[in-house]
DNA sequence: CATACGTGGTA
DNA sequence: TTACCAAGTAT
């Protein structure tokens, strides 16, 4: 790592600046610096990029206009409003974070970046970005893209993957901030990283600051950021049961906390967990038939007959750390069968529309489709 | 500290 | 298809 001089920094921060000024993005939460928007925008950028939050961000504000709207908002039309976007914890820290500010501040938003970390849901990057976009805080705000930047500037190798680098960089960030525009300086560096200073091809031949980019000047901005690489989705294999009552289908709620947290989906059975509980190897439909009636009814009282393989081809679904390959499975609910032990509900067509789902669970609705299933 | 937590885009 | 990236946070 390389240190800058003070008249370094001061042209640095000049450059960079004008750069900003002429080409900055024009992007729906920049019209204003208000609080608010910042905070929802910044949540919602979190690991997504630019192009998928901008809708979203149009749809919010219409429906959630003011901290207020969004305390008060119903969490199914909350969840509605998210659906797609992924990490779907970010959207019930927003709610519990504008009730903190209703009932916690009397509505009056903490102006430091150490402030706004008591939100739910605002760790260190956006709590110094609302502290410096919205309340002029002179303060760093640490993301992947001043990661990537400032570990090419200054030829930073410690590892971005640690949690203990993000000191290192906030440090080196903090003598760099302009006392007059530390907003400004901040989303200056973001535009740099999605544009000359990109993860992949980055064009720093072109880039505004490519004098001041050691790494570029040396020949080796290859090498920056240094990264450890993250494990790959471990392959889960699952049944996914579509149990019907005339055109009414049983939908299970997910427990309120691990993956897809509290969303409605198909039952959905783990296979090597089916095969882990059987006494036998599930090599015929009819044993595996058996133990998934048996599971039905050990996990829920729920009684299953004439259970049907479909088939159809598997619906793969990956996330950062896990990727499912779902078989839909058919079954009837015997005639007596009792379902007050069971934590679901019968959804109409008429509620798909009106309920939030995860992307694996559309992709299942529209295999049950396919197969001629549903609707 | 390491891991869990979604989804869409690109090479 | 795999690999990796995209304005991270909670536990």
């Known amino acids: 790592m390389i240190e800058w001089s003070p008249s370094k920094i001061k042209a640095f921060q000049e450059t960079l600046l004008a750069w900003y000024d002429k080409e900055k993005r024009d992007l729906p939460w920049r019209r204003d610096h208000a609080p608010y928007h910042v905070w929802i925008s910044e949540i919602m950028l979190q690991q997504t990029q630019v192009q998928t939050v901008i809708p979203y961000y149009e749809r919010f504000m219409a429906q959630f206009p003011t901290v207020e709207a969004l305390a008060n908002a119903k969490e199914s039309d909350l969840m509605k409003a998210w659906e797609g976007l992924g990490y779907y914890s970010r959207a019930r820290n927003l709610q519990r974070a504008a009730q903190q500010l209703v009932t916690d501040h009397h509505g009056v938003w903490p102006t430091t970046a150490e402030g706004l970390r008591e939100l739910a849901g605002i760790g260190p990057y956006t709590a110094g970005a609302i502290a410096s976009i919205a309340f002029g805080q002179p303060v760093p705000a640490v993301d992947g893209n001043a990661f ?224 001629k299933l549903m609707e």
């Open 148 to 371: 990537r930047v400032f570990s090419r500037l200054l030829e930073i190798d410690d590892d971005i993957a640690k949690p203990k680098t993000r000191s290192v960089f906030e440090a080196a960030i903090q003598r760099m901030m302009p006392a007059d525009r530390p907003g400004d300086f901040n989303q200056a560096i973001m535009d740099l990283g999605s544009s000359y200073m990109t993860a992949k091809n980055p064009d720093s031949a072109h880039s505004p600051v490519k004098a001041f980019n050691q790494a570029y000047l040396d020949g080796i901005e290859d090498q920056f950021p240094v990264k450890t690489k993250k494990p790959r989705p471990v392959p889960v294999d699952l049944l996914a049961l579509v149990i019907r009552r005339g055109d009414q289908l049983l939908l299970l709620k997910r427990p309120n906390s691990g993956l897809l947290a509290g969303f409605w989906t198909f039952p959905m059975v783990d296979v090597a967990e089916l095969q882990a509980a059987s006494e036998r190897d599930l090599v015929l439909e009819s044993d595996l038939s058996r133990a998934l009636q048996k599971w039905a009814m050990d996990e829920f009282k729920l009684a299953l007959t004439a259970i049907g393989f479909t088939g159809g081809q598997q619906v793969t679904h990956t996330f950062t750390h896990r990727k499912w390959r779902i078989s839909l499975v058919v079954a009837d609910l015997a005639v007596d069968a009792d379902l007050s032990y069971f934590p679901g509900q019968w959804l109409t067509p008429k509620a798909v529309a009106k309920t939030a789902f995860p992307k694996v669970q559309t992709k299942l609705f529209d295999q049950a489709r396919a197969l």
